[in-house]
């Protein structure tokens, strides 16, 4: 499997951006997804998953702003960044999760300036 991540750039604060994930292969629509974001010095934290049924779940910074969907005739997982602040600043992956098999992408970055 191969992700694909795109979407990041700059954007002012309580701006909005959308970041879109494509997997390849065939477990896409049976895999949980999932969004991260590491900021400079800080570890990898997650931010929200969609299992394969649509149940959503959110870190609570994020909650009200951020809206995860998944498309499986697309592949793709997206994000819905809205209200963004300069603390969302970060490199956002994206990570497919089937039982033991885990696949990371290679990294969006999304700049907030205040």
């Known amino acids: 499997v191969q992700l694909q991540a795109s979407g990041g750039g700059l954007v002012q604060a309580g701006g909005s951006l959308r970041l879109s994930c494509v997997a390849s292969?065939?477990?896409?629509?049976?895999?949980?997804m999932e969004w991260y974001r590491q900021a400079p010095g800080n570890q990898r934290d997650l931010v929200a998953r969609?299992?394969?049924?649509?149940?959503?779940n959110y870190v609570d910074s994020v909650k009200g702003r951020f809206t995860i969907s998944r498309d499986n005739a697309k592949n793709t997982v997206y994000l819905q960044m809205n209200s963004l602040k300069p603390e969302d600043t970060a490199v956002y992956y994206c990570?497919?999760?089937?039982?033991?098999?885990?696949?990371w992408g290679q990294g969006t970055l999304v700049t907030v300036s205040s």
């Open positions: 990570r497919s999760v089937l039982g033991p098999m885990k696949y």
């Open positions: 292969g065939n477990i896409f629509r049976i895999s949980v």
């Open positions: 969609i299992t394969s049924s649509g149940d959503t």
